[in-house]
């Protein structure tokens, strides 16, 4: 079954970095825009990053700017948060979200979802 998998989260202090990797795995014919989205307690879900199918063009939330890098890798079907700087107000859950067109007997473009890695930044 096609599914996007997130790892790299867990505790660091204040300034600290992580980085961030969500793999893609099933029959997936083609994937096209992929981003990064975190949620804390409380809050809707924001999108923190973006980068097209070819990588070419990436955007970032204003609070990230400057300290988060967006990065993918088609060949390995993969999407990368690089972290740097980290503060408390970025700890949430991060979530992968990727367009995927899926080789299955449907063949259809569907938007996917990962089960979210957990961020916490100490001060």
């Known amino acids: 079954q096609v599914q996007l998998v997130e790892s790299g989260g867990g505790l660091v202090q204040a300034g600290g970095s992580l980085r961030l990797s969500c793999a893609a795995s099933?029959?997936?014919?083609?994937?096209?825009?992929m981003a990064w989205y975190r949620q804390a307690p409380g809050k809707q879900r924001e999108l923190v990053a973006t980068i097209t199918s070819r990588g070419g063009t990436t955007n970032y939330t204003d609070s990230v700017k400057g300290r988060f890098t967006i990065s993918r890798d088609n060949g390995k079907k993969m999407v990368d948060l690089q972290m740097n700087n980290l503060k408390p107000e970025d700890t949430a859950v991060y979530y992968c979200?990727?367009?995927?067109?899926?080789?299955?007997?449907?063949?259809?473009?569907?938007?996917?979802w990962g089960q979210g890695t957990q961020v916490t930044v100490s001060s």
């Open positions: 099933g029959s997936i014919f083609s994937i096209g825009s």
């Open positions: 979200n990727a367009d995927l067109f899926v080789d299955d007997s449907t063949w259809r473009w569907a938007n996917y």
